[in-house]
């Protein structure tokens, strides 16, 4: 079992930036592909990027493409995510989710596909 603390959200005004850290609990960080979700008022939560467990392949909505970098320190057991010019349709809760990959090594680009979440770190951003 692992679990999941992030930080970093805050309120920032629109084109600046703000990186996410997930802190993971556990033996086994680098097992597990890691990935980012965030949920708007009134909307679902939907997927942002994801990281497989090496750290080597990774994916992006296309919202965020370019925008946005998901990096691992597996080291440290943390999975970051650096957020660029950022519009104020990225205000959401953003969560980290993980989920043990034993033989694969790909990012999982869907919520179903994640056991285990975060509370979520506040991310606003002012026009």
């Known amino acids: 079992q692992v679990q999941l603390v992030e930080s970093g959200g805050r309120l920032v005004q629109a084109g600046g930036s703000l990186r996410l850290s997930c802190a993971a609990s556990?033996?086994?960080?680098?097992?597990?592909?890691m990935g980012w979700f965030r949920q708007a008022p009134g909307k679902e939560r939907e997927f942002v990027s994801a990281?497989?467990?090496?750290?080597?392949?990774?994916a992006y909505a296309d919202s965020v493409k370019g925008r946005f970098t998901i990096s691992r320190d597996n080291a440290k057991n943390t999975v970051y995510l650096q957020m660029n010019s950022l519009k104020p349709e990225d205000t959401a809760v953003y969560y980290c989710?993980?989920?043990?990959?034993?033989?694969?090594?790909?990012?999982?680009?869907?919520?179903?596909?994640?056991?285990?979440w975060g509370q979520g770190t506040q991310v606003t951003v002012s026009s």
């Open positions: 990281t497989s467990r090496s750290g080597r392949y990774t």
């Open positions: 556990g033996r086994t960080f680098s097992s597990y592909a």
């Open positions: 989710a993980a989920d043990r990959m034993i033989v694969n090594d790909a990012p999982l680009t869907t919520l179903y596909e994640y056991t285990y």
